[in-house]
Nanobody
Framework: QVQLVESGGGLVQAGGSLRLSCAAS????????MGWFRQAPGKEREFVAA????????PYADSVKGRFTISRDNAKNTGYLQMNSLKPEDTAVYYC????????????????WGQGTQVTVSS
């Protein structure tokens, strides 16, 4: 059974940092591209970052470029999202997702999703 479990969310002051993790199980992690998305209250889910199977392709949303870093450790079946210089507008539930094919920014093209982890940035 394919499963994705996010962790690492929490409450942080503006300018602070958090590192989200996405633990995968149930299939070969290295076969899948991974993406991070977020959804704030009353807003649609939006793309944050993605990473290819080998880690050599890492697109980012303009809103997080230079502040967030996506990475993966295929040996540990885990993906990460390092978030620095956090802003109140980064407050959202963050989701990781996976798909077998190439990285994409489109949420509808991902096959598997985690349950999400809350990130709250206070001003």
């Amino acid at each position: 059974q394919v499963q994705l479990v996010e962790s690492g969310g929490g409450l942080v002051q503006a300018g602070g940092s958090l590192r989200l993790s996405c633990a995968a199980s149930g299939r070969t992690f290295s076969d899948y591209a991974m993406g991070w998305f977020r959804q704030a209250p009353g807003k649609e889910r939006e793309f944050v970052a993605a990473i290819s199977q080998s880690g050599d392709n890492t697109p980012y949303a303009d809103s997080v470029k230079g502040r967030f870093t996506i990475s993966r450790d295929n040996a540990k079946n885990t993906g990460y999202l390092q978030m620095n210089s956090l802003k109140p507008e980064d407050t959202a539930v963050y989701y990781c997702a996976e798909r077998l094919l190439l990285t994409t920014t489109q949420a509808k093209r991902y096959d598997y999703w985690g349950q999400g982890t809350q990130v709250t940035v206070s001003s």
